[in-house]
């Protein structure tokens, strides 16, 4: 153990120990404010209770962007320029995005159930070859933009929501392969969460959720710099 001590300096001790704890708060944090969605997840047929999960999906909106907020306070306090503790952190966010945040989350579901009803509807027609793969595209890319838009607000919570949503649905697009990636791991994430829920919402939800705030975040960089206040240009 001493040869290991000396081996890590203590700031890279702290470091670590810091995102453990950041890890581990998140974790619980996000549980609770996303709880109804994860009872229905884990206790009901989501094919059959789809209008529960649409109702309770917006719900937890706030929780993820106030988990993206508590991620900046952290990224802040390693470059030495403040930054709240996980906790206060999280409940700023919470504070300062939930409206917000609701609205993102309504609109984003009701357009993906919107796009999944239509796909369920048109799968036994001839036309389905075609209008399916749409569809879906259609449903992937809303995830994506309001993924990017609950990062946008959780970085400076006082932009206009059409600004936010406009620079996440370009930056989105120009961006394609950093959001390729988050989509990914969310998947991946959503695959450990069915297969194991306790390691999923314990353990590697708050990695994950760091992984796609890290590469939102630099998506929106030249968004960001202006506070979201100016037009997006090409």
Do not use: C
């Amino acid at each position: 153990m001493k040869r290991l001590n000396g081996l890590v300096s203590h700031e890279t001790w702290a470091s670590l120990i810091g995102m453990l704890y950041l890890g581990l708060i998140t974790n619980l944090l996000l549980l609770l404010t996303s709880l109804p969605l994860v009872v229905l997840l884990a206790t009901t047929d989501p094919a059959r209770s789809w209008p529960l999960l649409a109702v309770a999906a917006p719900l937890a909106a706030p929780g993820l962007a106030a988990a993206f907020r508590a991620f900046r306070e952290h990224a802040d306090a390693g470059r030495g320029e403040g930054g709240l503790g996980p906790v206060r952190a999280f409940g700023a966010g919470l504070r300062d995005t939930w409206r917000g945040a609701l609205l993102i989350g309504a609109g984003v579901t009701v357009f993906v159930v919107v796009l999944l009803v239509d796909v369920r509807m048109l799968s036994a027609t001839p036309a389905a070859v075609f209008t399916v793969p749409l569809l879906a595209v259609l449903a992937v890319l809303a995830l994506a933009v309001g993924l990017l838009a609950l990062v946008a607000i959780a970085e400076v919570p006082t932009a206009r929501l059409r600004d936010v949503l406009r620079a996440s649905a370009y930056l989105g697009l120009r961006r394609w392969y950093l959001t390729a990636i988050s989509l990914a791991a969310l998947a991946v994430q959503a695959a450990v969460f069915a297969a194991a829920p306790a390691i999923g919402l314990g353990l590697t939800a708050s990695a994950v959720l760091y992984l796609a705030w890290t590469n939102t975040r630099y998506t929106l960089r030249p968004v960001l710099d202006l506070d979201l206040d100016e037009t997006v240009r090409a």
